[in-house]
């Protein structure tokens, strides 16, 4: 339980840490993944926008080369002899026609008409021609005129031993009904060729034309061409797009590879694991620094204030030797908190001479009241005896004395009000008069200041200074002024008188703690030590005196409020 509170600082500081860090991460992940799938839709887009030109340029293509193929009905010479139904020799002007198709179109390998038992035969030879129209015929011959489209298959020729070749066919119509078939031949290439400016040189991007089999008319992987497409062929979650040639019926499809097309995704994701895990180690660091910076100076002030409760006051090494302690606010901490450890070993000290001077005092008391009964008893026989003999002024002195020493040796208490204090100096003076009769006392003293409580015997040293001093040396008689009266929260005291006076060697003053050393002034030294003692150093006495003019004691007490105790002190007379 002792680091509760440090561990409780270091969980609030590394939460606020890890709070303010989690929502970058989730905001990198989240762009992330918006920027896959915004990559993704625009690649979609894009490569749907191509299939579908590349579908619209094959249609053209393929159209055009349709279109040739019935210029044989446009030919009148040709169409002639379509329909003439004599098919037993060859005509020198369909050698002609078929010829000039091979030699102007670079795309057409050959091209094969049968009429009849007559077939015609330009461009390349191919020695499985038979065995290719016997299997496709039929198929042809079926659709009445209308174009067939075949895919690509391996033909092998005299000059080339394997050629990837589809085929264009249809039959070929006269008056009498279908006499034939027209044949066109095409390298699986030439689809390439006429393609290759498309936008399809990328890597991870294959094309390929296909057949509703899933035979490939040609791809961007030659050596597939003429064969079925296979599984292997696809990579893993691919992203395919597929078009259908309105001419052909073949499917321009377009098969990317996620993984190729979005490398740059996973870049960015491999930058952003990068980044987290140096987040995680920036944070270690942070909570390194701060374990030695923060953590480590809190749990030793923790440590210290426990100490202190314990009252073991210790001070607290600062956090870095090689570094003054105020340069931060931690070693600042520190610093005041060894200041504050300093001003309270320094307060206990001074309590504790303020305690040794307060028993001194006490014992100094108590010294003076040895055989306090003999001393009593004695002076109640001469008071007897005073009365015996009528002696009033006797009398009137024994008992003013008795007064003094019940309440300096009997009585407990340390304060007492005014009216008793000044009782008290009543019975002193009626005393001091028995032997000094050149001078008299005024008093000038607020009816309010009466029930205020100050310490006993405060202002019989005062006088007493001023019976013994003031007025050595001079005939006529001198005057001691006594007034009391407050201000706000002040009580103030002046003892005056217009004696001999004297020039004072040095300014005794209220804040001073050692006012003057007991050898010169003993009086006001002791009851400047009683009040510092007793109200601290906010109040005091101060002295004034000018030789000739006599002299002046100012005391400034706090105003305390009280009724008189029913003690020994006072009444005196």
């Known amino acids: 339980m002792e680091n509760t509170f440090i561990y409780k600082i270091k969980n609030k ?131 009445k005129g209308k174009v067939l489209w075949i895919p690509t298959e391996t033909m092998s020729a005299r000059y080339h031993s394997d050629l990837k070749t589809f085929a264009l066919a249809r039959a070929i119509n ?50 597939r061409d003429g064969t079925v497409i296979r599984e292997e062929d696809i990579p893993e979650k691919p992203i395919v797009v597929t078009m259908q040639s309105k001419t052909t019926k073949w499917h321009t499809t377009v098969v990317i590879d996620s ?50 409760s314990r009252k073991e006051f210790e001070k607290i090494l600062p956090h870095s030797r090689k570094r003054a302690s105020h340069t931060d606010e931690m070693g600042m901490l520190i610093e005041n908190y060894n200041l504050m450890i300093d001003e309270i070993q320094r307060l206990m000290l001074e309590v504790r001479e303020e305690e040794k001077a307060k028993n001194e005092e006490k014992m100094k008391a108590l010294s003076m009241q040895i055989s306090p009964h003999f001393v009593f008893n004695t002076l109640n026989t001469v008071r007897w005896m005073a009365i015996s003999n009528k002696q009033t002024n006797i009398k009137r002195m024994i008992e003013s004395l008795i007064a003094l020493m019940k309440c300096v040796t009997y009585t407990k208490i340390e304060e007492i009000t005014v009216a008793e204090e000044l009782e008290l100096l009543e019975a002193y003076i009626y005393i001091q008069k028995m032997r000094f009769v050149n001078f008299d006392v005024q008093y000038q003293v607020e009816e309010e200041t009466k029930g205020f409580r100050i310490q006993k015997l405060l202002l019989q040293p005062l006088v007493e200074n001023c019976i013994l001093h ?74 004034q005196s000018k030789t000739g003019e006599g002299t002046m004691v100012h005391l400034t007490l706090p105003v305390v409020k009280g009724e008189a105790y029913d003690s020994s002190c006072g009444g005196g007379g």
């Not at 699986?188 to 296909?210: K, P």
């Not at 140096?278 to 620094?289: D, E, F, P, Q, R």
């Not at 005056?496 to 003993?522: L, R, Y």
């Open 13 to 143: 500081i590394m939460l606020m840490i890890l709070l303010a860090s989690i929502p970058c991460l989730l905001y990198s992940l989240y762009s992330s993944y918006r920027y896959y799938k915004y990559a993704r839709n625009m690649i979609v887009e894009e490569k749907e926008a191509l299939a579908e030109e590349m579908t619209q340029n094959l249609n053209f293509q393929l159209g055009y080369y349709e279109n040739i193929t019935l210029t044989t009905y446009f030919n009148e010479t040709i169409l002639d002899y379509i329909n003439g139904g004599d098919y037993r020799e060859k005509d020198a002007n369909v050698e002609a026609y078929l010829k000039g198709i091979v030699n102007s179109e670079g795309n057409v390998e050959s091209v094969v008409l049968e009429l009849g038992d007559i077939r015609y035969e330009e461009g390349y030879r191919y020695h499985n021609l038979e065995e290719y129209l016997g299997k496709h015929r039929e198929a042809v011959l079926e659709k």
């Open 174 to 223: 006269s008056r009498e009904g279908t006499v034939g078939t027209l044949w066109m031949f095409f390298p699986a290439q030439s689809i390439s060729d006429f393609l290759r400016y498309q936008r399809l040189e990328q890597e991870g991007i294959d094309f390929y034309i296909l057949a509703d089999d899933g035979r490939i008319i040609c791809s961007s992987r030659s050596d």
């Open 259 to 308: 993984q190729v097309i979005f490398r740059p995704v996973e870049a960015l994701q491999r930058v952003i694991w990068i980044l987290t895990f140096l987040s995680l180690l920036l944070l270690v660091l942070i909570y390194l620094y701060m374990t030695k910076t923060i953590f480590g100076p809190v749990q030793r002030l923790s440590q210290g204030m426990r100490q202190v």
């Open 470 to 543: 003031a007025f050595r040396g001079r005939k006529q008689g001198g005057v001691i002024t006594v007034r009391i009266l407050r201000r706000t929260d002040v009580l103030h005291i002046f003892i005056e008188d217009n004696g001999v006076g004297f020039e004072p060697k040095e300014h005794i003053g209220v804040q001073k703690k050692e006012p003057a050393s007991p050898e010169e002034h003993v009086g006001i030294y002791n009851v400047m030590q009683r009040i510092f003692l007793s109200y601290g150093s906010d109040y005091g006495v101060e002295l």
